[in-house]
T-cell receptor
Framework: GEDVEQSLFLSVREGDSSVINCTYT??????LYWYKQEPGAGLQLLTY?????DMKQDQRLTVLLNKKDKHLSLRIADTQTGDSAIYFC????????????FGKGTMLLVSP | DGGITQSPKYLFRKEGQNVTLSCEQN?????MYWYRQDPGQGLRLIYY???????QKGDIAEGYSVSREKKESFPLTVTSAQKNPTAFYLC??????????????FGPGTRLTVL
């Protein structure tokens, strides 16, 4: 089955860039997603990238996709304390009615 | 104001009791999902439903049951057969489960604690 792996923890200083990495195993993935979860809350979709794209930029967020290595990254520029949260990578398989497969999440801690 | 609501936010139950978690959406979405979240485990899919009166087991369905009698509602029952029910439960919905694009919208979650 599909598997999505993420590092569990990242700590940065306010104003620095954060890079959260994700690897996936399913070569037939069509869409890859980044979700954000604040403490005690549900997940909020941050951005997504289609598998035929290499990069997508949306304000402070940049998503890079390396299909050959099955590696996805989320870069947050000028990281703020409000960015402290858990970030989940998820992939959607391109086969019928498949559901999303989530990674275990990366906890981002931003210190002043 | 469209969205997904889950109630209650916190729920306490005694061991051996069944408990039902509510999930309602007014987004007119066909598909709905239940996930369980444990620390360090990420999200694990319990059940999902693509259409009214139909649902499929996810990765960890044992000890849970669901119904989908209305498009807007997808309640989850945690039965006494679930060996470790204490967790954070998240409900989600999407326009449909199939197709290449499947943005899921999440509710705020219910934290269930079994004493």
């Amino acid at each position: 089955g599909e598997d999505v792996e993420q590092s569990l923890f990242l700590s940065v200083r306010e104003g620095d860039s954060s890079v959260i990495n994700c690897t996936y195993t399913d070569s037939s993935s069509t869409y890859l997603y980044w979700y954000k979860q604040e403490p005690g809350a549900g997940l909020q979709l941050l951005t997504y990238i289609f598998s035929n794209m290499d990069m997508k930029q949306d304000q402070r967020l940049t998503v890079l996709l390396n299909k050959k290595d099955k590696h996805l990254s989320l870069r947050i520029a000028d990281t703020q304390t409000g960015d402290s949260a858990i970030y989940f990578c998820a992939e959607k398989e391109n086969s019928g009615y498949s559901t999303l497969t989530f990674g275990k999440g990366t906890m981002l801690l931003v210190s002043p | 104001d469209g969205g997904i609501t889950q109630s209650p936010k916190y729920l306490f139950r005694k061991e051996g009791q069944n408990v039902t978690l509510s999930c309602e959406q007014n987004l007119n979405h066909d598909a709905m999902y239940w996930y369980r979240q444990d620390p360090g485990q990420g999200l694990r899919l319990i059940y999902y439903s693509q259409i009214v009166n139909d649902f499929q087991k996810g990765d960890i369905a044992e000890g849970y049951s669901v119904s989908r009698e209305k498009k807007e509602s997808f309640p989850l029952t945690v039965t006494s057969a679930q060996k470790n029910p204490t967790a954070f439960y998240l409900c989600a919905s999407s326009t449909r489960a199939g197709g290449p694009y499947n943005e899921q919208f999440f509710g705020p979650g219910t934290r269930l604690t079994v004493l």
